[in-house]
């Protein structure tokens, strides 16, 4: 039995023929583009994370002025498409971590050619010790999750007034929640192995990254904004 559908098979083989191709329009939104940022910057946190930092009396790991930067994007995110969009980019985030670790792996345990001297320096540096994994993994899905769930929380409550006020507490109660649970996790490998070098460990990664988020308000102000006007919300 034949039909005229268009949206048949003879439609199909019709414009097959006729040397016309069809493809899924890609909608124009700005969320495919702070998902890739949110990501990216993720990614490379948890490389520059293996390494310990000392900045005078202060001991923090060498992503500390990247995180800020995830939870602001995460911020936009919430913001303007929601916790489901944003909860979907979380794990989206996860999800690449966890491939990234593995392809490391493969790539380290691939024999080195003959003339390639950059084994060890190549296994040190992308050779993520797993407990540090476990200590990112784990403190970013919770802070995130935290961070998304807390900004949207208090938007429903006060509607679209007072976004310094979510902005920040969402700030508080998500990077508490990262911060305890990487440095917790993470602190005997990068060789923190005092209780005050713990707790300073943990209140200038938290403090700091807080800090930079109110600080970074006037520009997080005008990119909300932005994303909101391109969107049309």
């Not at 969320?31 to 520059?48: C, G």
């Not at 390639?116 to 476990?134: H, K, M, R, S, T």
């Not at 990112?136 to 938007?155: D, E, F, M, P, R």
């Not at 911060?179 to 209780?195: E, K, L, Q, R």
Request: net charge neutral; with cysteine; proline share 4%.
């Amino acid at each position: 039995m034949t039909t005229n559908n268009p949206g048949s098979g003879q439609g199909v083989a019709a414009a097959a023929a006729s040397g016309n191709t069809r493809h899924i329009e890609i909608q124009r939104s700005l969320y495919t583009p702070l998902v890739v940022v949110f990501v990216v910057v993720f990614l490379i946190s948890n490389i520059n994370a293996t390494k310990g930092v000392e900045i005078g009396p202060f001991v923090l790991d060498g992503a500390f002025f990247l995180f800020p930067l995830a939870y602001v994007v995460g911020d936009v995110l919430s913001e303007c498409f929601g916790f489901r969009a944003t909860r979907r980019a979380i794990f989206l985030g996860f999800g690449c971590m966890l491939l990234a670790v593995v392809a490391f792996y493969i790539g380290i345990a691939l024999p080195p050619a003959s003339f390639y001297d950059g084994q060890e320096a190549f296994a040190a540096v992308v050779g993520l010790v797993p407990q540090i994994v476990a200590a990112s993994l784990a403190g970013y899905l919770v802070g995130q999750l935290l961070n998304s769930w807390t900004l949207v929380k208090i938007k429903s409550r006060t509607g679209e007034k007072t976004l310094w006020a979510r902005l920040i507490g969402s700030t508080v109660v998500g990077e508490l929640g990262d911060t305890a649970i990487f440095c917790t996790i993470a602190a005997p490998v990068i060789g923190i192995d005092s209780v005050g070098a713990f707790l300073n460990y943990v209140i200038v990664g938290f403090v700091w990254k807080t800090m930079i988020e109110v600080i970074m308000l006037p520009i997080t102000y005008p990119v909300i904004n932005w994303v909101k006007r391109r969107e049309n919300y």
